[in-house]
């Protein structure tokens, strides 16, 4: 079964600072996706960023930006420049295609605090 | 706001008794997908309906069942009951069947059983 392991419960960034979350995942599938969603204080998931594990170059979005290491099974999170607003819950999820259909396997989170 | 809609916001309500979640998705997506997040278990799929057919199943109780109807919203029942079921129920709803595609949550539902 595959299983996704977030092993930083709690983070702290100053404000502009730039933060990794880790995420490792445990797969034999070759073929697969992962995301990185955010809960903040209102409960809503967002997604943040997704990769697609057959894509060797790492995924970005504006602050946000994975460092994906397919062999060590290892998909970290960077925030750049950070910002109140960052302030929140954040999950790893992993997607393993075939006949999973839309399931997705998330690690325990990773609460990010902002401090001004 | 992500176009998905769960209704109620909260409930509580005593061991041993029914309710229902409801979930409407966003327009034109076919996929509903459900989610429980509570303290102990952390965040777990549920199950997955698209365009009205069971797809996927996860770790949901016998206890629990869901069906998608024709307009495409979809239902949650949870009966029977107990202390442990308090959570957070999450919609989400793709456009696609697969999981590789983006699911957009709604707000979730506050489950108290008392």
């Known amino acids: 079964a595959q299983t996704v392991t977030q092993s930083q419960p709690e983070m702290s960034v100053q404000e502009a600072e730039t933060v990794t979350l880790s995420c490792t995942y445990d797969t034999s599938e070759s073929d697969y996706y992962l995301f990185w969603y955010k809960q903040p204080p209102s409960r809503q998931m967002i997604l943040v960023i997704r990769?697609?594990?057959?894509?060797?170059q790492n995924a970005t979005e504006n602050r946000f930006s994975v460092n994906f290491q397919k062999a060590a099974k290892s998909f970290s999170l960077k925030i750049s420049d950070s910002q109140l607003g960052d302030a929140a819950m954040y999950f790893c999820?992993?997607?393993?295609?075939?006949?999973?259909?839309?399931?997705?396997?998330f690690g325990q989170g990773t609460i990010l605090t902002v401090h001004p | 706001d992500s176009g998905v809609t769960q209704t109620p916001k909260h409930l509580i309500t005593a061991t041993g008794q029914r309710v229902t979640l409801r979930c409407s998705p966003r327009?034109?997506?076919?996929?509903v997908y459900w989610y429980q997040q509570s303290l102990d278990q952390g965040l777990q799929f549920l199950i997955q309906?698209?365009?009205?057919?069971?797809?996927a199943k996860g770790n949901i109780l016998e206890r629990f069942s869901a069906q998608q109807f024709p307009d495409l919203h979809s239902e949650l029942n949870l009966s029977s009951l107990e202390l442990g079921d308090s959570a957070l129920y999450f919609c989400?709803?793709?456009?696609?069947?697969?999981?590789?595609?983006?699911?957009?949550f709604g707000p979730g539902t506050r489950l108290t059983v008392t």
């Open positions: 989400a709803s793709s456009e696609r069947t697969s999981g590789a595609y983006e699911q957009y």
């Open positions: 999820a992993y997607y393993a295609g075939g006949t999973s259909y839309g399931k997705l396997t």
């Open positions: 327009s034109g997506d076919l996929s």
């Open positions: 990769q697609e594990a057959y894509k060797q």
């Open positions: 309906y698209y365009n009205g057919e069971e797809r």
